[in-house]
């Protein structure tokens, strides 16, 4: 049976930056905070994320949390 191993998860906001003037689509900036411990909850970092978002003179457009894992064998 394989099971999957954490191995990595980071936080990542995403901030409205206007629009392009080319294509017309909207622009965003990211920032990205790695090392997040795997035992943080969905609530924890929506905590965190709006109190950094507070910080940025850009609006927050999204929250993302990207997880990386192993998968082996046991």
């Not at 035992?39 to 965190?48: E, F, G, R």
């Not at 978002?53 to 609006?59: I, N, R, S, T, W």
């Amino acid at each position: 049976m394989a099971v999957a191993e954490l191995m990595n998860s980071s936080l990542r906001l995403v901030f409205e930056d206007g629009i392009d003037e080319d294509s017309g689509n909207p622009s965003f900036k990211t920032k990205s905070f790695t090392n997040v411990k795997g035992s943080t909850t969905a609530d924890q970092l929506y905590a965190i994320a709006t109190a950094v978002a507070a910080l940025q003179e850009l609006p927050l457009y999204n929250i993302e949390r990207n997880d990386s894992s192993d998968i082996i064998e046991e």
